[in-house]
């Protein structure tokens, strides 16, 4: 059973960081592609990012380019969100997910909480 665990959310002021984690089992890791994506209260789930299973291709959206960094460690079977110069905009729960291909998604995790304060 494939099983996605994020953590490291909280509350941090604007321009500062964080980094966030997710931790999977289940699934050959070093094979499987990732994705973060993120909700805010009241909006669609939007994606963040993307990773290849060997972490040299990534993809995000416009609104983190320059900012988030997607990096995982294959062997700890984790995959992280870097995130730098966070404004209140990225308050939201985030989430990892497992990439199927196609814009497909599946083995979402619980999802961790980040608040930006101005």
């Known amino acids: 059973q494939v099983r996605l665990v994020e953590s490291g959310g909280g509350l941090v002021q604007a321009g500062g960081s964080l980094r966030l984690s997710c931790t999977a089992s289940?699934?050959?890791?070093?094979?499987?592609?990732l994705a973060w994506f993120r909700q805010a209260p009241g909006k669609k789930r939007e994606f963040v990012g993307g990773i290849s299973a060997s972490g040299i291709s990534t993809s995000y959206a416009d609104s983190v380019k320059g900012r988030f960094t997607i990096f995982r460690d294959n062997t700890k079977n984790i995959m992280y969100l870097g995130m730098n110069s966070l404004k209140t905009d990225d308050t939201a729960v985030y989430y990892c997910?497992?990439?199927?291909?196609?814009?497909?998604?599946?083995?979402w995790g619980q999802g961790t909480q980040v608040t930006v304060s101005s």
């Open positions: 289940g699934l050959t890791f070093d094979r499987t592609p």
């Open positions: 997910a497992r990439s199927l291909g196609a814009d497909e998604y599946d083995s």
